[in-house]
């Protein structure tokens, strides 16, 4: 068992930034690839970007080059730095954890809002 906590959430204005984080903790060390994926209201939840173990990186394409995601395995902590946020990143940030055995652990969502 995995247990996923995210962390960082707010309020920002466009143009702002947000550092997300993601801790996890129980079965550490079966954790493979991590992502944030986000669900804004009304809408599906949707892939932001995820890392693997070994630190390849994929992201969305309405996030990149302005998000970038990172972990840090001796912490079991996963990151999402959001730089430019603009109003259509307003969502519920949430973490997503894999583990080697076939399952997946879903953090319970942090709220970003993005507004002046």
């Known amino acids: 068992q995995v247990h996923v906590v995210e962390s960082g959430g707010g309020l920002a204005q466009p143009g702002g930034s947000l550092r997300l984080s993601c801790a996890a903790s129980?079965?550490?060390?079966?954790?493979?690839?991590m992502g944030w994926y986000r669900q804004a209201p009304g809408k599906q939840r949707d892939l932001v970007a995820t890392?693997?173990?070994?630190?390849?990186?994929n992201y969305a394409d309405s996030v990149k080059g302005r998000f970038t995601i990172s972990r840090d395995n001796l912490k079991n902590t996963m990151y999402l730095q959001m730089n430019s946020l603009r109003h259509e990143d307003t969502a519920v940030y949430y973490c997503?954890?894999?583990?080697?055995?076939?399952?997946?652990?879903w953090g319970k969502g942090t709220l970003v809002t993005v507004s002046a």
């Open positions: 997503k954890v894999h583990s080697l055995y076939g399952s997946a652990y």
């Open positions: 890392i693997t173990s070994g630190g390849d990186t």
């Open positions: 129980g079965i550490v060390n079966s954790i493979t690839t």
